[in-house]
């Protein structure tokens, strides 16, 4: 159920170890299986962000009974572990949560 699209204007040097990174830490931070979470890295060298084409992400999560109490907390997590693993830092990033509902959210033939 949990979806996190990590997207740069830059190349990310190790991206297949950062999804498996980003997926363990995902559901620790979520507290949700991982079996469920899908993460994808996307490179869009066509972004500007402030005005600059310095190193940026655009994240979002998705996710069904997204906890809005904990946004914040999960921002400082998310942006610290990205900074810390792509070198970008946490001022040139956003986050955009989605709180998906479970009929609107479709797996295996049928909706959660």
Do not use: C
């Amino acid at each position: 159920m949990p979806f996190l699209k990590i997207l740069s204007n830059n190349r990310i040097q190790g991206a297949d170890d950062l999804l498996v990174k980003s997926s363990a830490l995902l559901s620790e931070i979520l507290g949700k299986p991982e079996k469920y979470i899908m993460i994808s890295i996307e490179e869009n060298p066509e972004m500007m962000f402030g005005g600059t084409d310095d190193p940026l992400l655009y994240i979002e999560l998705k996710s069904i009974g997204l906890p809005r109490d904990r946004t914040k907390e999960i921002s400082q997590k998310l942006s610290m572990f990205l900074k810390d693993e792509t070198g970008v830092p946490v001022h040139r990033m956003y986050i955009e949560f989605s709180d998906a509902e479970r009929s609107m959210w479709g797996w295996n033939g049928s909706t959660f």
